[in-house]
């Protein structure tokens, strides 16, 4: 197997490697518990995070959190795999309270494995089915979409496209990059159409944008900048790539696409958090998970990368910018967690030879 497959799969892979039997998919869920005040309220103690998500990005929030409740904590960050493994490693004896995580389908492999410690925040009663398990081992946290980005100097209103279905029309040869397949966003956004299209279907439809002339770059960002300075017309990434560049005034807009009645939606993604089981610190885990969820909580993790509060009805915050939705606003595929993330192990194998970067 090419080492490129083999750096992907460690991603998606990692948390089978020496874990206990897997859980049943249909786990009844927990009962819920009391959740810790968070408002006001000074529990003190200390717990450990295992942060997926950079640290510069994660400060803010655990700031925020400390001040709220007098708890200080420890933030060990990392790529999701990465802590994904050492999370395994350390199950005998866990030195981390809560898992931070960008990949939600990671959060679902350390479920199945039953690495994770079910609790179910009052706070996440109103966040959507689709983005927590059955069971409370992990809920998202905020969101992020799956978007086109034009560049409106190249791409006249009206003939941009409308569904990622249409990429492939002759019309769009040579205009259109993506992220390599190193992304997870790129990882999962195949994985939810072999699920909706099948593997068949996908593996085709792949081909037939490479053969497209379809430009593979390393990452969004790089996918965002290729957009906005005029060197692709169009770019399909994940939305928080387009905030900012939309408000440097950059010649960009935002397309959801698949949004018609027999469309299959726009791809939204959480951001997740759990508790991991056998942690040293339940109570001050319980409260940073409150927290998170709470609020106060949401703002500094919305303003960092204007990604989206997941509860219908809460403002955009930093993520407001011309023609960015709230989640409400945005028909979406139901997801099956379960069913994704070994999808996104496929993907992985089947894509890496094309997409690989």
């Known amino acids: 197997m090419p080492r490129l497959i083999l750096v992907l799969l460690l991603a998606v892979l990692v948390t089978a490697c020496q874990v206990a039997p897997a859980l049943p998919p249909t786990a009844a869920p927990a009962k819920p518990a009391e959740a810790l005040p968070v408002v006001g309220a000074k529990v003190g103690g200390a717990l450990t995070i295992y942060s997926a998500r950079k640290e510069a ?13 007098g708890i200080q904590v420890t933030l060990k960050s990392g790529a999701p795999g990465e802590l994904a493994l050492l999370i395994d490693q350390e199950k005998a ?6 898992f931070f995580t960008t990949d939600a389908a990671g959060a679902e492999l ?7 410690e079910a609790y179910q925040s009052p706070n996440a009663a109103r966040v959507p089915a689709e983005f927590k398990s059955v ?20 791409v006249k209103e009206g003939e941009a496209p409308r569904s990622v279905f249409e990429l492939t029309d002759p019309k769009y040869r040579g205009k259109l990059a993506m ?7 790129v990882r999962l956004w195949l994985a939810s159409l072999m699920l909706e299209k099948g593997e068949d279907f996908t593996v085709a439809y792949v081909n037939d944008l490479k053969s497209g002339g379809l430009k593979v770059l390393a990452n969004h960002t790089e996918v965002a900048n290729a957009v906005a300075s005029g060197d692709t017309p169009i ?8 905030v900012p560049k939309a408000k440097e005034g950059a010649p960009v807009a935002l397309i959801y696409p698949d949004q018609g009645a027999n469309e299959i939606g726009t791809l939204v993604t959480p951001l997740a958090v759990a508790m991991l089981k056998g ?42 910018a011309p023609g960015v939705k709230a989640i409400d606003a945005i028909k979406r595929p139901k997801l099956d967690w379960v069913k994704l993330s070994e999808a996104e192990k496929r993907a992985v194998e089947l894509f890496t030879p094309v997409l690989g970067g």
């Open 57 to 69: 990005l994660m400060e803010p929030l655990v700031e925020a959190f400390t001040k709220e409740t």
């Open 93 to 98: 004896s866990p030195r981390g309270d809560v």
């Open 110 to 116: 350390l479920r199945q494995r039953g690495l994770l």
């Open 135 to 154: 069971d409370g081992s992990w809920t998202g946290v905020i969101g992020r979409s799956r978007n086109f980005m034009v560049n409106t100097n190249l």
């Open 179 to 185: 992220a390599s397949l190193r992304e997870g966003g």
């Open 235 to 242: 770019g399909l990434l994940n939305h928080y790539y387009y």
């Open 279 to 320: 942690g040293q610190n339940s109570a001050q885990a319980k409260a940073f998970v409150d927290f998170a969820l709470s609020p106060a909580g949401q703002a500094p993790l919305t303003t960092q990368e204007q990604e989206f509060p997941l509860v219908p009805g809460v403002g955009l915050g930093a993520a407001a």
